[in-house]
T-cell receptor, first 114, second 114 residues
Framework: DGGITQSPKYLFRKEGQNVTLSCEQN?????MYWYRQDPGQGLRLIYY???????QKGDIAEGYSVSREKKESFPLTVTSAQKNPTAFYLC?????????????FGSGTRLTVV | GENVEQHPSTLSVQEGDSAVIKCTYS??????FPWYKQELGKRPQLIID?????GEKKDQRIAVTLNKTAKHFSLHITETQPEDSAVYFCAASSSGGSNYKLTFGKGTLLTVNP
């Protein structure tokens, strides 16, 4: 589906539980990104990775963790330290770490705390 | 870091009218400015982009203009149709060292009334 797949589409988390959101791409893109979307807040950057085995914090990294062991995969873990995790999470990729390339987005995961 | 402001937050037009969305950015080093359209419950999709060496770019009914001196860029949609109704996001590229990422505006909800 567009070369970048997020799963699951819907996820429910109990208080104090860690959950992992999957993001896989077959576009051979070097860079991958996680954004959080809340109503009226736009897209806020959580973490990003320009190359395998390397990643950087974005603007709202607290309570989240990532790994980049393979070029194709960039999973996001929402930990119990994230106090308000209910949101729509979008994964994206771009061809190169250099400037001047748009993102391809996944279809998103909607996380709800129950 | 980069900061992108987007206005208006909501815009309602009659079918056939034009719509204009404006964004300003803070980092004078930014040189790539994409626009995304997000329909309800779906992923953002790139609709047009512009680079800093170009002042204007058109693609059928949509156009983007860039004023580097004033650090603002705008999206223009002519002859609007109901299917143009969506949330539109502007973005600007920024890099911390060699790290490239997009910073997004908070979005504009465009409603085209038939």
């Amino acid at each position: 589906d567009g070369g970048i797949t997020q799963s699951p589409k819907y996820l429910f988390r109990k208080e104090g539980q860690n959950v992992t959101l999957s993001c896989e791409q077959n576009l051979n893109h070097d860079a991958m990104y996680w954004y959080r979307q809340d109503p009226g807040q736009g897209l806020r950057l959580i973490y990003y990775s320009q190359i395998v085995n390397d990643f950087q914090k974005g603007d709202i990294a607290e309570g989240y963790s990532v790994s980049r062991e393979k070029k194709e995969s960039f999973p996001l873990t929402v930990t119990s330290a994230q106090k308000n995790p209910t949101a729509f999470y979008l994964c994206a990729s771009s061809p190169s770490p250099g400037q001047g390339y748009g993102y391809t987005f996944g279809s998103g995961t909607r996380l709800t705390v129950v | 870091g980069e900061n992108v402001e987007q206005h208006p937050s909501t815009l309602s037009v009659q079918e056939g009218d034009s719509a204009v969305i404006k964004c300003t950015y803070s980092d004078s080093a930014s040189n790539y400015f994409p626009w995304y359209k997000q329909e309800l419950g779906k992923r953002p999709q790139l609709i047009i982009d512009i680079r800093s060496n170009v002042g204007e770019k058109k693609d059928q009914r949509i156009a983007v203009t860039l004023n580097k001196t004033a650090k603002h860029f705008s999206l223009h949609i002519t002859e609007t149709q109901p299917e143009d109704s969506a949330v539109y996001f502007c973005a600007a590229s920024s890099s911390g060292g060699s790290n490239y990422k997009l910073t997004f505006g908070k979005g504009t909800l465009l409603t085209v009334n038939p």
